[in-house]
């Protein structure tokens, strides 16, 4: 059974950077894409980032292109979401999510990160 478990959030300043991970486990994930979602207090969930385990092609949500940067670890089968140049409207709790390549249903999810941006 897949499990997903985040870490490394916080609380930071505003221009400051974090690294989030995400330890994957329960299958091989050649042929899904990971991803990384945030819920804004109030808001709705919503799309951060993803990449394909098999050649880490990637996509960005306009809001973040630039400033963050997901990659993974195929050895320790991890995923981080580099963070940099935060700013107060990126807090939220992040979630780690898996889907197949083949799938538009993200399937599996963890159970959240809270990251915290001060002014």
């Known amino acids: 059974q897949v499990q997903l478990v985040e870490s490394g959030g916080g609380l930071v300043q505003a221009g400051g950077s974090l690294r989030l991970s995400c330890a994957a486990s329960?299958?091989?994930?050649?042929?899904?894409?990971m991803g990384w979602f945030r819920q804004p207090p109030g808001k709705e969930r919503e799309f951060v980032a993803s990449?394909?385990?098999?050649?880490?092609?990637?996509y960005y949500a306009d809001s973040v292109k630039g400033r963050f940067t997901i990659s993974r670890d195929n050895a320790k089968i991890m995923v981080y979401l580099q963070m940099n140049s935060l700013k107060p409207e990126d807090t939220a709790v992040y979630y780690c999510a898996v889907r197949p390549v083949v799938s538009t249903n993200w399937g599996y999810w963890g159970q959240g990160t809270q990251v915290t941006v001060s002014s």
């Open positions: 329960g299958r091989t994930f050649s042929s899904f894409r």
């Open positions: 990449i394909r385990w098999s050649d880490s092609s990637t």
